[in-house]
């Protein structure tokens, strides 16, 4: 369960650091652009997103026994869920399943995986029984459980130099873990690379799956990542595209970073060098590329296998983690009317849309409409409600792939159960591919949502057509 609060938290964070660019004297006024409604049919599928940790090890999860399973399966097929999004592999690095690659998580906290059958395997035979769609989702870029200190990272001496070193609020670096966090790896690294391809093709190989959902595809934030690699890597990034050969004198990581200070629990930048800006577009490039090779892994081992990622839907700070999931036609640069001081040009290079067959993004706001709240009522685009962020990912990604937006039904403080019904009704009728539910565990287990009650009516209401 601490991956799902813990995965929240992040995001929620993250959100706070939002920022907009002012207009100046010498810039005309921004116009707000219409909404691009070109693809914009609304979809019907319906996938509930299976966390491993919590539905199989929690406390109150079910999913290690196999009666269980059918039974919670049974429900979502009659409340109207049309799919599975199947944990794969989660944050410890460690699969749910017998793999060539990386060690199997077969227990954790007193319970085991369903005694004498493959889980995933089982899970993705008895989701066709009830003609579900299914995904299989990785946590890409972690490969340590950092509160338990048990993952690849802490098993595999070898594999732990690979973890993303961050900056504390002195400007020291230090490994991510050690500063509490989970063991984000660098996705820069090729070893890390090459792991996450093969692990990649292993499972789609492996497995009859409808698509695969790359999760945590990212750094950890904003400090990461500091190593001497990427300081390396940077360095020849800006001869080779800037012809800056006075890059390797640079004063590392000063002139990325010159000192950072405290929000919350972040350590976020308080004055930058001059080269932030290429920074943050080098990391955004790395990220592009990876998953550009992770698509071709993909196709290259069951063309039909569709592709996607996960990402929160607040685009205006993403670049914090150095992800641009917009499309590359889209340039947050010269964009006068939803403006972003972080965007450098050329930012628009590293816009991975294209690369996408569907796109899911947790939309984890309560605020449905703009119109709820005076002060969004007269806005267009708006990321921290439903529906502004919405229009927002349609606006940033044209439209290039089928949007699942999303919701999570236990760790917001939804006030009722028809609250949620009607949050679901909105995604369903305003998105192209449909809605992702974050997650199944929340609905049967009531000790892990808010509203402390079984979730079946809301969803059984929210999925009426």
Same mark, same amino acid.
């Given at each position: 369960?601490?991956?799902?609060?813990?995965?929240?938290?992040?995001?929620?964070?993250?959100?706070?650091?939002?920022?907009?660019?002012?207009?100046?004297? @010498?810039?005309?006024?921004?116009?707000?652009?219409?909404?691009?409604?070109?693809?914009?049919?609304?979809?019907?599928?319906?996938?509930?997103?299976?966390?491993?940790?919590?539905?199989?090890?929690?406390?109150?999860?079910?999913?290690?026994?196999?009666?269980?399973?059918?039974?919670?399966?049974?429900?979502?097929?009659?409340?109207?869920?049309?799919?599975?999004?199947?944990?794969?592999?989660?944050?410890?690095?460690?699969?749910?399943?017998?793999?060539?690659?990386?060690?199997?998580?077969?227990?954790?906290?007193?319970?085991?995986?369903?005694?004498?059958?493959?889980?995933?395997? /089982?899970?993705?035979?008895?989701?066709?029984?009830?003609?579900?769609?299914?995904?299989?989702?990785?946590?890409?870029?972690?490969?340590?459980?950092?509160?338990? !200190?048990?993952?690849?990272?802490?098993?595999?001496?070898?594999?732990?130099?690979?973890?993303?070193?961050?900056?504390?609020?002195?400007? $020291?670096?230090?490994?991510?873990?050690?500063?509490?966090?989970?063991?984000?790896?660098?996705?820069?690294?090729?070893? +890390?690379?090459?792991?996450?391809?093969?692990?990649?093709?292993?499972?789609?190989?492996?497995?009859?799956?409808?698509?695969?959902?790359?999760?945590?595809?990212?750094?950890?934030?904003?400090?990461?990542?500091?190593?001497?690699?990427?300081?390396?890597?940077?360095?020849?990034?800006?001869?080779?595209?800037?012809? @800056?050969?006075?890059?390797?004198?640079?004063?590392?990581?000063?002139? %990325?970073?010159?000192?950072?200070?405290?929000?919350? @629990?972040? +350590?976020?930048?308080?004055?930058?060098?001059?080269? /932030?800006?290429?920074?943050?577009?080098?990391?955004?490039?790395?990220? =592009?590329?990876?998953?550009?090779?992770?698509?071709?892994?993909?196709?290259?081992?069951?063309?039909?296998?569709?592709?996607?990622?996960?990402?929160?839907?607040?685009?205006?700070?993403?670049?914090?983690?150095?992800?641009?999931?917009?499309?590359?036609?889209? @340039?947050?640069?010269?964009?006068?009317?939803?403006?972003?001081?972080?965007?450098?040009?050329?930012?628009?290079?590293?816009?991975?849309?294209?690369?996408?067959?569907?796109?899911?993004?947790?939309?984890?706001?309560?605020?449905?409409?703009?119109?709820? $709240?005076?002060?969004?009522?007269?806005?267009? /685009? =708006?990321?921290?409600?439903?529906?502004?962020?919405?229009?927002?990912?349609?606006?940033?990604?044209?439209?290039?792939?089928?949007?699942?937006?999303?919701?999570?039904?236990?760790?917001?403080?939804?006030?009722?159960?028809? !609250? %949620?019904?009607?949050?679901?009704?909105?995604?369903?009728?305003?998105?192209?591919?449909?809605?992702?539910?974050?997650?199944? +565990? =929340?609905?049967?287990?009531?000790?892990?949502?808010?509203?402390?009650?079984?979730?079946? $009516?809301?969803?059984?209401?929210?999925?009426?057509?």
């Amino acid at each position: 369960m601490n991956r799902l609060f813990c995965g929240f938290l992040v995001a929620g964070l993250i959100g706070f650091a939002a920022c907009s660019k002012s207009s100046g004297p @010498d810039v005309d006024p921004p116009v707000t652009p219409p909404i691009d409604t070109t693809s914009n049919k609304p979809g019907r599928n319906v996938v509930a997103w299976v966390d491993a940790r919590s539905n199989v090890f929690g406390t109150y999860g079910r999913l290690n026994d196999t009666t269980q399973i059918k039974a919670v399966l049974d429900s979502l097929k009659e409340v109207g869920v049309t799919g599975l999004v199947i944990d794969v592999k989660g944050s410890s690095g460690f699969t749910m399943y017998p793999s060539n690659i990386a060690k199997q998580l077969t227990s954790l906290d007193g319970k085991s995986l369903p005694e004498g059958v493959d889980y995933v395997s /089982y899970m993705i035979q008895e989701s066709r029984k009830r003609n579900f769609k299914v995904y299989a989702s990785i946590v890409t870029m972690v490969e340590g459980d950092g509160g338990r !200190r048990f993952g690849t990272v802490f098993d595999d001496p070898n594999f732990a130099q690979y973890e993303s070193v961050v900056c504390d609020v002195n400007g $020291n670096r230090v490994k991510v873990s050690e500063t509490g966090r989970n063991a984000f790896v660098n996705p820069a690294q090729p070893a +890390v690379q090459e792991r996450a391809l093969n692990i990649i093709k292993e499972i789609v190989q492996k497995y009859e799956i409808d698509g695969l959902v790359l999760d945590y595809c990212r750094y950890t934030d904003i400090d990461a990542d500091f190593s001497d690699y990427s300081k390396s890597q940077f360095i020849d990034f800006l001869k080779a595209k800037y012809n @800056d050969n006075a890059a390797a004198t640079m004063n590392f990581p000063k002139d %990325i970073v010159n000192t950072w200070t405290m929000s919350g @629990d972040r +350590v976020i930048p308080n004055s930058t060098g001059k080269y /932030y800006g290429k920074w943050l577009l080098y990391r955004a490039s790395v990220i =592009h590329d990876f998953v550009e090779k992770a698509r071709a892994a993909v196709k290259a081992t069951k063309p039909s296998v569709k592709f996607g990622v996960y990402v929160g839907a607040w685009y205006t700070t993403y670049y914090s983690v150095g992800v641009n999931w917009a499309s590359n036609e889209y @340039d947050p640069f010269n964009d006068q009317a939803v403006r972003f001081d972080w965007a450098y040009p050329g930012y628009k290079e590293t816009g991975y849309a294209e690369e996408l067959e569907f796109l899911m993004t947790g939309n984890y706001f309560t605020q449905i409409r703009l119109s709820e $709240n005076p002060a969004t009522a007269n806005l267009t /685009y =708006h990321w921290w409600s439903i529906e502004g962020s919405l229009n927002g990912i349609k606006y940033v990604t044209k439209n290039k792939m089928p949007l699942y937006g999303s919701i999570d039904l236990g760790n917001v403080d939804w006030p009722s159960q028809q !609250r %949620i019904s009607e949050a679901m009704k909105y995604i369903l009728n305003n998105t192209s591919g449909g809605i992702m539910l974050f997650d199944v +565990v =929340h609905v049967y287990a009531p000790q892990y949502n808010r509203l402390k009650q079984p979730l079946w $009516n809301a969803l059984r209401e929210g999925l009426k057509q």
